[in-house]
């Protein structure tokens, strides 16, 4: 399926569309329905979230928040994906802690994403070679093309038989817990949210097929 392209004046248009993207898919068709998204790190979210923790319409009782990656510190760190989360949607909403599914990047990297694997397969009461389907996933891509935490050259892009894996990330000396290929393609809508000059090259990298 093509990628559906959309293309915003501001960066504040774009936050918004995503924002109300997502209020749209989680809309419940069938009374009580679970829904799940999983939420991306990184700077350009924070805005996005605050737009929808403000727009009427989801009832956030009924869905479950999972994350794509998370940076192996502790939930209360700056750099926590968990904590961005926490204060500029989770906080602003009626969700209970129970719908709430964080990477715990406070653990050793390899027990992290095991604890997480578990987690998932509890949640969606399914195990690999299944895979489950989010209903929203959000994706933020960096200056070097990567998406969660699927760097380039790094060994979780190879990854099919696991849906959670701890990367080692050498191009920034450290560890990430993340989402592999076979979950991040499984999702209903994925939504890509990217802003900034510095994502240029490789947006045009991946949207144009002559360039190898
Ligand atoms: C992370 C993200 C990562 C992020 C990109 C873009 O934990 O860092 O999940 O994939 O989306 O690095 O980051 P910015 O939004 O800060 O440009």
Known sequence: ??????????????????????????????????????LSGGSTPRRMHEILADLPGIDWGHVHVFWGDERTVPPDSPQSNY????????????????????MRGELDPQAAAADYAAEMQR??????????????????????????????????????????????????????????YPVLNAARVTLFLAVGDDKGEALYRIFSPAVT
């Open 1 to 38: 399926m093509r990628p559906e392209v959309q293309i915003f004046e501001t960066v504040e248009a774009a936050q918004i569309a995503a924002a109300r993207q997502i209020a749209a898919t989680l809309q419940p068709t069938t009374l009580g329905q679970t829904l799940t998204i999983a």
């Open 83 to 102: 904590g961005m989360a926490r204060e500029t949607l989770l906080t602003r909403v009626e969700i209970p802690e129970r719908n709430v599914h964080r």
């Open 123 to 180: 949640v969606f009461n399914m195990i690999p070679p299944d895979v489950p389907s989010l209903d929203v996933n959000v994706l933020g891509i960096g200056p070097d093309g990567h998406t969660a935490s699927l760097f380039p050259g790094t060994e979780a892009l190879a990854v099919r038989d696991r849906w959670v894996v701890a990367n080692r990330v050498s191009q920034q000396d450290t560890w990430r817990i993340t989402l592999t």
